[in-house]
């Protein structure tokens, strides 16, 4: 076999795994330079070998500070987002009423609108309602543009669901309550978690809508986006590094047991 | 019946527990969306209607704004900033169209040649997602860095004299041109074009391929006629998922781009943060926001996948 076939044949193989060389390129990049010695404010130039932004992590003024706040906005905005995007798909897939075109346009628009265009119009309406500008104007914004992603998310997985399995309880004489619990909800959960997932993604790492609307409050994204005008200090490679091994070593379990459950149930 | 559901839902009593199943049945949808539609009326289409009146007012933030219909902000705005606007568009299309190119190979791979690899490869397209995108797209500051190994590349490939000829990049620089801001473009939103382009060919019968090699169709034939077809709803969605969030980035423009790459979403933070000229930003964003909603509309009529929404 030529090189020519080979190459023709595995085409499609080496032009993806090019794309995804293109993705996690940054990744190693941010890895390698956690363990830089920078000589100025930035750390954008390799200098030499050092692991002492590993060892004092929080070292850096305000940085964990950041941290911690996206992560309780990226909870609560996922609860938030969650439960009321969980509701309303349950209300879509299951009833027929009037203004379901409306309520639908109402969930696709978020998405198709570009976040500088929201971020400024919430604004607006912030500043026109003289709200103190903070964790919950972030809030009411993260959990307002997650909201869209949960009921896409989870009126797919229950748009597919049998409905004939809640008749079957309830011809077992399951109540409503019992129906919900131990039939309906177990067999929306890959949808719901899948997105509650995603509004945690979107909360923590959105940067635009934040910055419109936190006021003086500074959130991780807000934080680097500062450092890159300021200095970049190590420690924020280091947290970049930290939080891709958690979310490759999040998502494996996650998919494993999602697996496992599919082949139990098979 | 009819006058119960004709009622407006919200103002509707809570139905008692006594009354019979069938009512509380008919008003359920309404408890279950009140909630959630609250909200995205106050928080999302509320401040819409804000930002529409803001346009149209004049005044100072000392004096206070009024809304006096001064619709000649839109004209002034549109004049000041055309150029940037045009920007946008071209900078989001063309990171759209490499999205699609690098990502139709990779969501390919993933839906038909991966095998075991699967799994694997799906979670590094995702663990992305789950990481700042700020430090990863900081982190292409360092990649195409002046007199880095992509520039030097470039350079040697004399790639670089046909980018500087068509006004991509500037004499030996990657970072701060055209080229830069396209290329982290491409890279934030890649994963946004991937999934869905993946769900949709996943769904596709493998049978059909074969049956496509039993007519005597070439791979590329192959391709061509049945497998792109067929995962045509996934590169609908793919591209507005990319070129929308895209036109009003204005994150990687600033932080790999120059005051020459400015894209209309850096004038509008400019505008309300640090101007503080309401007015104009807010008819800039209208603009933006008409301008993509025409686009979409035009594009998912034209590719005839209308159910997509």
């Known amino acids: 076999m030529s090189f020519v076939t080979w190459l023709k044949r595995r085409l499609v193989v080496i032009a993806g795994l090019l794309t995804l060389a293109y993705l996690l390129l940054p990744n190693v990049v941010v890895t390698v330079f956690s363990f830089n010695k920078p000589k100025g404010r930035f750390n954008y130039e390799w200098q030499r070998f050092s692991a002492d932004a590993w060892k004092d992590p929080c070292g850096v003024a305000d940085m964990c500070g950041s941290l911690s706040l996206s992560l309780q906005i990226a909870v609560w905005a996922t609860v938030g987002a969650t439960v009321l995007g969980t509701m309303i798909s349950f209300a879509l897939v299951r009833y027929r009423f009037r203004a379901r075109g409306a309520v639908n346009s109402l969930i696709f628009l978020p998405m198709a609108m570009p976040e500088v265009v929201m971020a400024a119009s919430l604004l607006t309406l912030f500043l026109n309602m003289g709200a103190q500008l903070g964790f919950w104007t972030i809030l009411i914004a993260h959990i307002m543009f997650c909201l869209s992603f949960v009921v896409t998310a989870v009126k797919a997985r229950v748009m597919s669901m049998d409905p004939r399995l809640e008749e079957a309880a309830r011809d077992l004489y399951a109540g409503p309550v019992q129906t919900f619990v131990r039939v309906t909800l177990p067999i929306a959960a890959p949808g719901i978690a899948a997105g ?14 934040t910055n419109f609307n936190a006021g003086s409050t500074v959130t991780f994204p807000m934080f680097v986006w500062g450092s890159a005008q300021r200095g970049t200090p190590v420690q924020i490679n280091v947290i970049g ?13 996650a998919m494993v047991v999602g697996n496992r459950r599919n082949k139990q149930k098979a | 019946m009819s006058t119960l559901t004709e009622a407006p839902p919200p103002l509707s ?3 008692p527990e006594e009354k019979p199943p069938r009512r509380r049945g008919r008003l359920t949808p309404y408890w279950l969306l009140l909630p959630g539609m609250l909200w995205l009326i106050v928080f999302f289409a509320l401040p819409m209607i804000y930002q529409a009146s ?37 900078y989001a299309a063309a990171a759209t169209v490499l999205c699609l ?19 694997l490869i799906m ?14 797209t900081l982190a292409w500051k360092t990649i195409l860095a002046d007199g880095g190994p992509v520039v030097h590349a470039l350079n040697t490939l004399h790639v670089l004299d046909l980018t500087d000829w068509l006004g991509w990049t500037a004499g030996d620089r990657v970072l701060a041109t055209p080229l830069a801001v396209v290329c982290g473009l491409t890279y934030n939103f890649l994963p946004f074009m991937i999934l869905p382009l993946y769900t949709s060919l996943e769904r596709i019968d493998g049978r059909l391929h074969e049956a496509a090699g039993d007519l005597y169709a070439r791979p590329w034939t192959t391709f061509r006629k049945v497998t792109f077809p067929l995962s045509m709803p996934g590169v609908v969605s793919g591209t507005l998922l990319t070129f929308i969030p895209a036109a009003g980035d204005y994150v990687n423009a600033e932080l790999l781009g120059s005051t020459d790459t400015r894209m ?15 007015p104009t930003a807010a008819a800039l964003s209208f603009i933006l926001m008409a301008a993509i909603l025409a686009m979409v509309t035009l594009y998912i009529r034209r590719s005839g996948t209308e159910d997509l929404v």
């Open chain 2, 54 to 90: 803001t346009s149209v007012q004049q005044g100072s933030l000392e004096e206070g704004y009024k809304v006096t219909w001064h619709f000649a902000t839109y004209w002034d705005a549109l004049s000041a900033y055309w150029p940037q606007f045009l920007r946008s568009v071209c």
């Open chain 2, 123 to 136: 979670v590094l397209v995702i663990a992305p997602f789950f990481t700042s995108f700020l430090i990863r």
């Open chain 2, 13 to 15: 009593p809570a139905p």
């Open chain 2, 264 to 278: 209309i979403g850096n004038v509008i933070q400019t505008q309300f943060l640090r101007v503080l000229d309401y």
């Open chain 1, 241 to 253: 590094t930290a939080m891709f091994l958690l979310a490759v070593l999040f998502v494996l379990v």
């Open chain 2, 101 to 119: 190119l690098l990502g139709y190979p990779l969501a390919y791979l993933i839906a038909f040649r991966a095998g075991r690899w699967r799994n």
């Open chain 1, 196 to 209: 509650a997932l995603l509004s945690f993604a979107l909360s923590f790492d959105d940067f635009i809508i």
